[in-house]
């Protein structure tokens, strides 16, 4: 089992986040912010990566810094579970459809983060969540997790719908990275023979 826990203690957040790629999609997620635990489960059950995530930050001022945060653990932790990377398919795509929404993510664990994000909302908040936040977790679990990420809303007028279909691309393109590849499972999928430079 390729599994993981992060601690990660800062003055603003206090967060502990474990995953086990090899999982079935069972989630325990506690943030503080609805909307996130919403996103997080979607995460989880549709990669079918195991996710046990508690938070607890300073909601008082803002969900920037819980959102964040969750994303830099959440990334860590597909980074330490992953090893060496050796064996995995490496590469997952996905084009969702949310009702009136398409979104496409296309992801490769190559080690060097980065990421697009062509998505845009029509309002600056969904419930009590900043729209903008979304991107900011995208961009650290990409980073935390070594991960090159591009995540594009196609078409949509939900905003619930768009942004739900980005996390839902990204469980789905993940799922795939992840897998073990049966014809290559001992071999790290890159000519160099080292993922991450």
Same mark, same amino acid.
Do not use: P, S
């Given at each position: 089992m390729r599994r993981a826990t992060i601690s990660r203690h800062t003055k603003e957040t206090q967060i502990?986040?474990?995953v086990n790629l090899d999982g079935s999609g069972?989630?325990?997620v506690h943030?503080?912010?609805g909307f996130l635990d919403h996103m997080m489960?979607? =995460?989880s059950r549709h990669s079918l990566m195991d996710l046990t995530l508690e938070a607890?930050?300073?909601l008082h001022i803002d969900f920037h810094h819980t959102t964040e945060d969750t994303g830099i653990a959440i990334g860590q932790a597909v980074h330490e579970a =992953?090893?060496?990377r050796t064996g995995i398919t490496r590469y997952g795509h996905a084009y969702i459809p949310?009702?009136?929404t398409l979104s496409r993510v296309a992801l490769d664990l190559s080690g060097r983060p980065y990421l697009i994000w062509n998505v845009v909302f029509s309002k600056p908040k969904l419930g009590e969540m900043d729209t903008e936040l979304f991107r900011e977790w995208f961009q650290a679990f990409a980073f935390a997790a070594g991960a090159t990420l591009?995540?594009?809303n196609l078409y949509g007028v939900n905003n619930h719908h768009i942004v739900e279909s980005c996390y839902k691309g990204l469980a789905r393109a993940l799922r795939d990275a992840v897998t073990i590849d049966p014809r290559k499972s001992d071999a790290v999928p890159s000519t160099k023979g080292t993922l991450g430079g």
């Open positions: 502990r986040a474990e069972v989630y325990g943030t503080g912010i489960e979607q =995460l607890k930050g300073d =992953l090893g060496d949310m009702d009136e591009h995540v594009e």
